[in-house]
Nanobody
Framework: QVQLVESGGGLVQPGGSLRLSCAVSGLTLDNYAIGWFRQVPGKEREEISCISGSDGTAIYADSDYADSVKGRFTISRDNAKNTVYLQMNSLQPEDTAIYYC???????????????????????WGQGTQVTVSS
């Protein structure tokens, strides 16, 4: 079965950086898109960024939070390790949340477009990793 495990969260000072990892198993990354999402207590989960495990195309989601992290957060992949990363730079207190990764079947040789980076399309999820930005 598909499993996703997030790691790399923690406490960081404003202006600091973290790299989150999403380790996936039970699948070949080439057949999937992986997305990063976040959830703040009391609010709905929202999309950040997605990447095609096949061709490496990376996009930001159509969300207010995604707009706020353009230029600071970058998604990437390492297919040999079946891992997707979210590099988070210039972190701010407003970035504090639980960060989740999810998997979407796209098939080998497929890319990803913004309309695919939508919460309801992702059927497999990890348990999340907490990111806290505070002095």
């Amino acid at each position: 079965q598909v499993q996703l495990v997030e790691s790399g969260g923690g406490l960081v000072q404003p202006g600091g950086s973290l790299r989150l990892s999403c380790a996936v198993s039970g699948l070949t990354l080439d057949n999937y898109a992986i997305g990063w999402f976040r959830q703040v207590p009391g609010k709905e989960r929202e999309e950040i960024s997605c990447i095609s495990g096949s061709d490496g195309t990376a996009i930001y989601a159509d969300s207010d939070y995604a707009d706020s992290v353009k230029g600071r957060f970058t998604i990437s992949r390492d297919n040999a390790k079946n891992t997707v990363y979210l590099q988070m730079n210039s972190l701010q207190p407003e970035d504090t949340a639980i960060y989740y990764c999810g998997a979407l079947w796209i098939g080998s040789g497929s890319t990803i477009v913004p309309t695919m980076c939508v919460l309801r399309f992702f059927g497999s999820w990890g348990q999340g990793t907490q990111v806290t930005v505070s002095s």
